[in-house]
């Protein structure tokens, strides 16, 4: 029988009142259950505020470095069960082995990371304009913050979001996504593990319409962080706006990969291949558009194809598989969806196209991955988040038509260039209207040391990850001090 895993409120692990639960599939292999979730709502997630509020004060009055070692010592527990937690990840999200241990490991740097911000600078001196006067800057943290997190990065990004949150001391109420909440139970379990204080951390599953809608509601709220589809995020934006409750929205992307004439081809396919394929395309980094100059077009193409079809598409767990499933029949359907859209758009494809059938991929959510030519701008396929593995290719006839055409979409989280031409990269990073911006390597693949985030509408609110942070987790409190009377 899979195991019933419980809600964490107040420190302990509980049912919901209704006893309701809801299946942990794995996309794989449908007929694998990894466990039942309770089906979590408002009175749940009430009291798991109620309960975050009533320990925050005594949390904030811990040191921070203090603060900080339970950080450490989750990780320390994390780690040394990372190729579990990764197995786990591959059966509930369908990524492949490899990406789930490099996620758990990248969650683990989190916590380390945030571990140690506890011992340092959380404030600055500034210099007086009068005598005798001392002036600072500190940091206090909001209160009790609101977490919701989606199934693609179901360890990094519940971490990003705890990690600074509870150093800075705050109380986090986390609602993770329906669709993969095995990761972050895996995370919170370990900091309880780690002699957390019950109430700091609050884990609550169930539906973004019953649980997370009451998580944004709940007056004790002071922000919410929230990671996800920009329908939900724009949403739940409009409903916080007039509630002075902080909002952090990290949300979808169309990210571009301009090659340039320069580029060694072998290399430019591989960079496309990692960024568009790779997590099965279900990353908001990922590429979805290569904008390629004209002049080496057709043979990058041809490399780029005859690579694609090359790649093993399976289940996740199994060595040598590359791309695993796409997490639901509903993501699946939306992939083949826009697949059709394509076509009937006047997009031509050149390989892929199709869910795969047959053997395993019968138990699963299995997709070719897919590459269309001849996409014009005004496409859906050049214009709309497909989170699944569909490329579209654009030829542009110099660098100024490929900038043109990579900004000229609603939203800016990454891109990407591949080019030995130093003027032109300069101008790239100058032009590019993306927060996340690399040269020579994927679109996706960014580092927990950096701030993480977009622009236009892909996010907004204050950055994650990195130094940046734990402004979103604080407010500053100014202090003028004279020391002479
Ligand atoms: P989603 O459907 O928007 O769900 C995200 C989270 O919001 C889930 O926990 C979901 O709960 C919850 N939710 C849904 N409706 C809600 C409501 N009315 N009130 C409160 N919470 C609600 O997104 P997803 O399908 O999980 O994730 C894919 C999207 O995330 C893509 O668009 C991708 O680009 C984006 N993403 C962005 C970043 C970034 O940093 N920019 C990173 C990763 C993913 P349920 O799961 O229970 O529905």
């Known amino acids: 029988m899979p195991q019933v895993y419980r809600n964490l409120i107040a420190g302990e692990w509980v049912e919901c009142a209704s006893k309701k639960t809801f299946p942990n599939v794995n996309p794989a292999n449908t007929d694998e259950v990894l466990g039942h979730f309770q089906a979590s709502g408002a ?13 925050q004060a005594t949390w904030a009055a811990l040191p921070a470095p203090r603060r900080g070692e339970y950080l450490f010592k989750a990780a320390e527990l994390i780690e040394s069960r990372l190729d579990s937690i990764a197995e786990d990840m591959t059966r509930e999200e369908g990524k492949t082995l490899p990406e789930a241990k490099g ?93 957390i204080p019950g109430g700091v951390v ?15 509601e709940h007056p004790a709220i002071r922000a919410v962080s929230f990671t996800g589809s ?3 995020g724009n949403r739940l934006h409009e ?12 949300m979808g992307g169309k990210n571009p ?10 290399y430019a396919a591989d960079i496309l291949i990692n960024g568009a394929f790779f997590s099965t395309g279900q990353k908001c980094t990922a590429c979805s558009r290569a904008i390629i100059e004209k002049d080496i077009y057709k043979p990058l193409v041809e490399k780029l194809v005859a690579k694609t079809k090359a790649l093993k598409v399976g289940n996740g767990v199994e060595p040598g598989i590359q791309i695993g499933p796409a997490v639901d029949e509903s993501q699946l359907d939306t992939d083949l969806k826009y697949i059709e859209i394509a076509r009937k758009e006047g997009a031509i494809l050149l390989c892929g196209g199709n869910r795969l059938t047959g053997g395993i991929y019968d138990k699963g959510f299995f997709v070719e991955p897919t590459i269309f030519d001849k996409v014009k701008p005004e496409m859906r396929i050049a214009q709309e988040e497909v989170f699944g593995p569909v490329l579209g290719l654009m030829v542009a006839n110099d660098f100024e038509e490929a900038m043109r055409l990579a900004n000229g979409v609603q939203f800016g989280l990454s891109a990407s260039i591949v080019s030995r031409d130093l003027t032109r990269v300069h101008q ?8 996340l911006i690399t040269i020579n390597l994927p679109t996706a693949g960014v580092e927990y040391q950096l701030p993480f985030g977009g622009t236009k509408e892909s996010s907004f609110g204050m950055r994650e990850q990195g130094p940046l942070a ?16």
């Open 202 to 216: 609050n884990y609550v599953t169930g539906s973004g319409g019953g649980a997370g809608n009451a998580l944004v």
């Open 43 to 55: 009175e749940e997630v009430n009291t798991a505020c109620a309960e975050a509020a009533k320990a």
């Open 257 to 266: 990969t301009i090659v340039l004439k320069d580029a060694d081809l072998d």
């Open 470 to 485: 734990l402004e979103f987790y604080t407010e500053s409190r100014t202090v003028y001090l004279k020391y002479t009377q």
């Open 103 to 195: 996620e758990v490991k990248r969650a683990v740097n989190i916590f380390r990371y945030f571990g140690g911000e506890g011992a340092r600078s959380f404030s600055y001196q500034i210099p007086s304009e009068r005598p005798n006067v001392f002036c600072y800057m500190m940091r206090k943290p909001l209160g009790v913050v609101g977490l919701i997190t989606p199934w693609n990065f179901p360890s990094a990004i519940p971490a990003w979001k705890m990690a600074p949150a509870l150093v800075a001391g705050n109380t986090v109420v986390i609602k993770p996504a329906s669709l993969a909440p095995l990761s972050p139970y895996r995370l919170v379990e370990a900091l309880v593990e780690a002699g």
């Open 230 to 232: 920009c329908d939900v």
């Open 428 to 435: 790239f990073i100058n032009g590019i209207e993306a927060g």
């Open 239 to 250: 409903k916080l706006a007039g509630r002075k409750v902080r909002v952090q929205l990290e």
